[in-house]
């Protein structure tokens, strides 16, 4: 039982415990705080009600897909047509659990599934950066990661449906950018971890993306294109990746 308690404490810690993974957590969470009460705020003025924006935090959980949500509802798009295109934009999270899944294989299948589910472009990107820094992770602190993240976007997203009723017009405040300007902050956030010759891989990489977007932008409608450009986009990434 010594040993048993002694392992224990030595985890706590450790920069691989659960609590470790919480406070990794904490620089990020001002940006869940901001685009979950803008995700809230943005589907109750697309009519969406509150308990819906707190059941698509909870079981969806992804922004990107949650504001494209709230502006097929507000287009009167078909069922299918939301299921479909929430499905395409979050594809992107097979390849982040794939590309972690190799450093969880001493775990077993269900805790491998429950990091997976729980993992999100803010959490893949701290642990990108233990990664890059030839840092060891474990289950627990990624549990600790990913937990910390997902009870604070739930909150957010209800925070921000119950402040949405008394805002009619989110874009007055600017709202509607809320998740670009998150993304552009987590690109500058990994650029001094990049490597001059990547970051140039990179840069030539966004050039195709826009590129191609505005060229698929004259024979299918804008969303559509954003989509399509990005899955070219990234296959190519991956593809011409050293």
Not at 57 to 84: C, K, R, T
Not at 138 to 143: G, I, L, P, V
Request: glycine share 8%; charged share 10%; aromatic share 10%.
């Amino acid at each position: 039982m010594a040993n048993v308690h002694e392992s224990i404490e030595a985890e706590e810690k450790s920069d691989k415990s659960f609590r470790q993974g919480v406070k990794d957590c904490i620089p990020t969470l001002l940006g869940y705080i901001s685009i979950g009460v803008a995700a809230g705020v943005v589907g109750v003025a697309a009519g969406i009600s509150a308990l819906e924006v707190v059941l698509l935090a909870v079981l969806v959980y992804a922004g990107s897909a949650q504001f494209i949500f709230a502006a097929l509802v507000l287009d009167g798009s078909p069922a299918a047509a939301i299921i479909l295109t929430t499905f395409i934009v979050n594809l992107r999270h097979f390849l982040m659990s794939a590309t972690l899944a190799p450093h969880f294989t001493q775990f077993s299948v269900w805790r491998n599934i429950g990091i997976g589910i729980l993992l999100t472009d803010e959490t893949f990107g701290v642990a990108s950066g233990k990664l890059q820094q030839k840092q060891q992770m474990s289950a627990s602190w990624m549990n600790g990661l990913n937990i910390t993240a997902y009870l604070c976007w739930i909150a957010s997203c209800a925070a921000g449906a119950i402040f949405g009723n008394w805002l009619s017009d989110p874009e007055v405040f600017g709202l509607d950018f809320a998740l670009p300007a998150m993304f552009i902050a987590l690109l500058v956030l990994q650029l001094d971890a990049i490597e001059s010759a990547k970051i140039k891989h990179y840069l030539r990489l966004i050039v195709c993306v826009v590129l191609l977007m505005i060229g698929f932008s004259f024979v299918v409608s804008s969303h559509i294109a954003v989509l399509l450009a990005t899955i070219i986009g990234a296959t190519i990434g991956v593809v011409t990746e050293k």
